[in-house]
């Protein structure tokens, strides 16, 4: 059974920056692509970068600037996401997920497993 536990999220003021953590257990041999998603209120869940884990190789998504960025600790088996400069429209609630997409990789609908996200709220 593959489980995703986020933290590291929290209230920040803007232009600080937070990393978020994902750790995962039983997906070694279940799945093949790590992400993160986010979702603020109101709006559909955004796809923001993934990784495939088996070489590290990550993705990002074009709607998605330089602020962001994705790593893995193999060792922990732990996905990172480093947000930079935080704006009042990175509030939302972030989400590790992961999957065996082919495609469509910021797409919610190819990810199976999903983790119960963690609150990040940025204020000005």
């Known amino acids: 059974q593959v489980q995703l536990v986020e933290s590291g999220g929290g209230s920040v003021q803007a232009g600080g920056s937070l990393k978020l953590t994902c750790a995962a257990s039983?997906?070694?041999?279940?799945?093949?692509?790590m992400a993160w998603f986010r979702q603020a209120p109101g709006k559909e869940r955004e796809g923001i970068a993934a990784?495939?884990?088996?070489?590290?190789?990550?993705r990002y998504n074009d709607n998605v600037n330089d602020r962001f960025t994705i790593s893995l600790d193999s060792t922990k088996n732990t996905l990172y996401l480093q947000i930079n400069n935080l704006t009042s429209d990175d509030t939302a609630v972030y989400y590790c997920?992961?999957?065996?997409?082919?495609?469509?990789?910021?797409?919610?609908?190819?990810?199976?497993?999903w983790g119960q996200g963690t609150q990040v709220t940025v204020s000005s």
């Open positions: 039983g997906h070694r041999y279940v799945v093949d692509w």
């Open positions: 997920a992961a999957g065996s997409p082919i495609y469509n990789f910021f797409s919610s609908e190819v990810y199976e497993y």
């Open positions: 990784l495939y884990f088996r070489s590290g190789h990550s």
